[in-house]
């Protein structure tokens, strides 16, 4: 069974940085896509980047396009979103996803990140 951990959310001010962490286990992921999503209050939950595990070529939603880099660590098993110049609108909990050839069969609990003005 994959399971997906998040970690790296917080409290940060408008045009600042995070960067969130996702560890996965339970299979190999050859063929998988590893994305992140966010929910902000009110929201439905929203595309954020994808990233291929095995070739590592990578897509944002126009909204992060410039601010926001995925990555992947194969040793470690972790992609992670690095978060730069961050607004109030990107207040939301992030969601780490993954499925084979699209991510979305596996989704983590969740971290909070919060911009303030």
């Known amino acids: 069974q994959v399971q997906l951990v998040e970690s790296g959310g917080g409290l940060v001010q408008a045009g600042g940085s995070l960067r969130l962490s996702c560890a996965a286990s339970?299979?190999?992921?050859?063929?998988?896509?590893m994305g992140w999503f966010r929910r902000a209050p009110g929201k439905e939950r929203d595309f954020v980047a994808a990233?291929?595990?095995?070739?590592?070529?990578?897509s944002y939603a126009d909204s992060v396009k410039g601010r926001f880099t995925i990555s992947r660590d194969y040793a470690k098993r972790t992609v992670y979103l690095q978060m730069n110049s961050l607004k109030p609108e990107d207040t939301a909990v992030y969601y780490c996803?993954?499925?084979?050839?699209?991510?979305?069969?596996?989704w983590g609990q969740g971290t909070q990140v919060t911009v303030s003005s």
């Open positions: 990233i291929n595990w095995t070739g590592g070529r990578t």
């Open positions: 996803a993954a499925g084979y050839q699209n991510p979305g069969n596996y």
């Open positions: 339970g299979r190999t992921f050859g063929g998988y896509v």
